[in-house]
């Protein structure tokens, strides 16, 4: 395995999407649909990057993984949000 990727998004189909995709290039991959359990599921699970929603708080969910020792140089990236479905 190429490393721990957590996907956090509320679109159970986009979540489900990005883990497909992620496994077949090697990672294992977690999934969540709600961002609340993102502080649990992280420090749990380890990853080696968490993928978030730029919408519904996923800023805030970042900001609160840099605040705890352990996950604190975590990288985060941001899922755009997809707007218009054209």
């Known amino acids: 395995m ?27 991959v977690d999934t969540l649909t709600e961002i609340a ?22 800023i805030d969910v970042l900001r609160r993984l840099r605040a705890h020792p352990p996950p604190a140089s975590l990288p985060g990236l941001f899922l755009p949000a997809l707007v218009g479905g054209g």
């Open 2 to 28: 190429s490393g721990r990727i957590l996907v956090v998004d509320q679109d159970p189909v986009m979540a489900r999407f990005l883990a497909a995709d992620l496994q077949l290039e090697g990672y294992a």
């Open 37 to 58: 359990g993102t502080l649990d599921r992280t420090m749990a699970t380890r990853p080696d990057l968490v993928m978030l929603e730029s919408t519904g708080g996923g």
